[in-house]
């Protein structure tokens, strides 16, 4: 088994509003293995950057953690000190943004802004942190890098200075790469561009990526793992193709069913629309938008079911007792690949 | 960047052209005339002096002659101090006014960063609260009326600054309180405004993100990012020195152009009006020329128009 350098347990998060406690992560528990990459897939709202934005620190002023753990090898994360997070950002844990348009500072030449951590963490002097920060420019696809590393970020376009995100996010080769949604603000064939980049220099730096994204698509190519985030829960998660061809939660199935594939003629978004976080329902929260939950869905919050030794999706649906449900056609399908694909595994 | 600056200096030199037209008209327009005894003087006294003073002529030759001199840096002669030349009168006088007026803006605009920076960074708490309220009133209240509370409180009471006058140090520093505390409060509320901006932009939290503290957050990003725009506050701030300077000088008895000015309208001493106006004026556009340029220097996202660098 491969190393875990992360285990987030129970984790509860609320937020303090004029409107009052916003329970915005409810009990949610997952782990990072050295060298994988999970992906957080969820509608807008799930709590996906909360989740992430605990695991360097850089929660909201009105963020209270109610309880649970967050640990990074062996260092309980919730007892930091501020000191203690400085010495972990952008060293051991560093973050991807949304949007590259807005994420570098627009007076500060490239080049200091890409050598900063190095300066900051590795105490390397201002000559040797600028001649990385040279390679690191190279090493992320821009070109004529040792004129534009004097460049200002106004002279580069979208995805150039998403490349130049991740190079800050990796010359201190961290050992956890946290990247919120980085390329939804992008074209898509320049998204495409900036996944590669990722992968490619996930393999060289040798880090773990926690990848966020509420687009099911991009996450085939990307993950090893995917947890199914809603309304402040994880339902479901297992291997990229547990997930894809075995789903279980009828939540990932309204997921799978909206995402574009060759095979689905017409798209189904999910009807409805996420729970009021103020006053969260007791039972499954995606059960009032669902219409195969069962009673036992809406009453009390099911436990997590394993499908397999890294599966597991919290639904009644899986507990023995449950009637047998029809999941939609495309999900059927996928089932059956699935069982091919098993089946093939097993005589080979 | 040259090419930009000389075009702007052309457009200085027109400015300057219409202020001196508009002020040379408005002067003639103007009730009252410069001598004080008008009315005791007998027609010959009355031709000899206008022969004098060339108000004899048609008015668009004055007008000529007025610009010819304007050329030449002459501005004619003062009728109130007779044969003393308006623009030595200027000169003698405009060292004490820079003085103050540099002294006012660099006292304010040091204190509003600094209170500005600290009520952005401590937002929404009593800090915050009691910095506003202190700007609003250092807004509100008229530099005049603080002019006369410094010199009654700090200066007559308290003994810690001369009352007035001007030569030593000490004699500059109630003077520069009073017409600088405008500025101060605009200044901070200012920089309040940009740096809370600035404090919870994007690149702000991925400098934090980066493992940054607080205190250098602030000294390599926050600082320069929400300062750079105050610059844009330089003209109207040379403005309201110039026209704070005209009370104050006389307050605290400082021989300044102000206080001059001031004499100058009382007196209708139409040289000594028009040329300090066209000081004014000069000092201004300047002001608003380094302006630009210091801008352009220091946010590498303008350039200048025209310029290729
Ligand atoms: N500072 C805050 N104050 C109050 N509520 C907050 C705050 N930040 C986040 N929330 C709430 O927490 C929940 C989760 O938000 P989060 O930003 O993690 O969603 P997300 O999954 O990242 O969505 P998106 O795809 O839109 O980025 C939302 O309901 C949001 O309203
Ligand atoms: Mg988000």
Known sequence: MSERILDVKNLKIDFHTYAGEVKAIRNVSFHLDKGETLAIVGESGSGKSVTTRSIIGLLAGNAEIMGGSIKFHDQEMLNNSEKDWQSIRGNKIAMIFQDPMTSLDPTMKIGQQIAEPLMKHKHVPKKEAWARALEMMKAVGITNAEERINEYPHQFSGGMRQRIVIAIALICEPEILLADEPTTALDVTIQAEILDLMKDLQKRVKTSIIFITHDLGVVAGMADRVAVMYAGELLEYGNVDEIFYNPQHPYTWGLINSMPTLHIEKLESIPGTPPDLLDPPKGDPFAPRNKYALRADVEAKPPFFKVSPTHYASTWLLDPRAPHVEPPAEIKRRWAKYRELQAAKSNS | ?309
């Open chain 2, 1 to 309: 960047m040259t090419k930009y600056i000389l075009k702007r200096i052309a457009y200085m030199i027109l400015t300057l052209f219409i202020v001196a037209t508009i002020t040379f008209f408005l002067m003639k327009m103007m009730p009252g005339s410069p001598y004080t005894n008008e009315a005791k003087m007998t027609k010959t006294q009355l031709r000899i002096m206008n022969e004098q003073y060339g108000f004899n002529k048609p008015l668009w030759e004055q007008y000529v002659i007025y610009l010819a001199g304007l050329v030449h840096g002459d501005f004619g002669i003062s009728f109130q101090y007779s044969n003393m030349p308006v623009s030595q009168l200027i000169g003698s006088r405009i060292g004490a006014s820079a003085q103050l007026g540099l002294q006012a803006m660099i006292f304010g605009v040091f204190f509003g960063v600094i209170i500005g920076a600290i009520a952005a960074i401590k937002r929404n708490t009593w800090v915050d609260t009691t910095a506003t309220v202190l700007s609003i009133i250092g807004k509100s209240v008229p530099n005049f009326v603080l002019a006369v509370l410094l010199q009654y409180y700090i200066a007559l009471k308290l003994g810690w600054f001369p009352i007035a006058g001007w030569g030593t140090f000490s004699q500059t520093i109630l003077p520069t309180i009073a017409l600088g505390v405008g500025p101060l409060a605009e200044t901070a509320r200012f920089v309040r405004t940009s740096m809370v901006d600035t404090l919870t932009s994007d690149y702000i939290e991925l400098a934090t993100a980066k493992g940054l503290s607080l205190t250098q957050v602030i000294r390599k990003h926050a600082l320069r990012n929400s300062m750079i725009p105050l610059v844009t506050l330089l003209g109207p701030y040379t403005v309201s020195l110039m026209t704070g300077s005209m009370v104050i000088e006389n307050i605290f008895n400082i021989p300044g152009i102000g206080e001059q000015f001031v004499k100058s309208i009382l007196t209708n001493d139409y040289p000594t009006i028009m040329g300090t106006t066209i000081v004014f004026s000069l000092g201004l556009v300047i002001v608003l020329l380094i302006t630009d340029i210091v801008y352009s220097l220091i946010d590498p996202r303008i350039r200048l128009q025209g310029s290729d660098a």
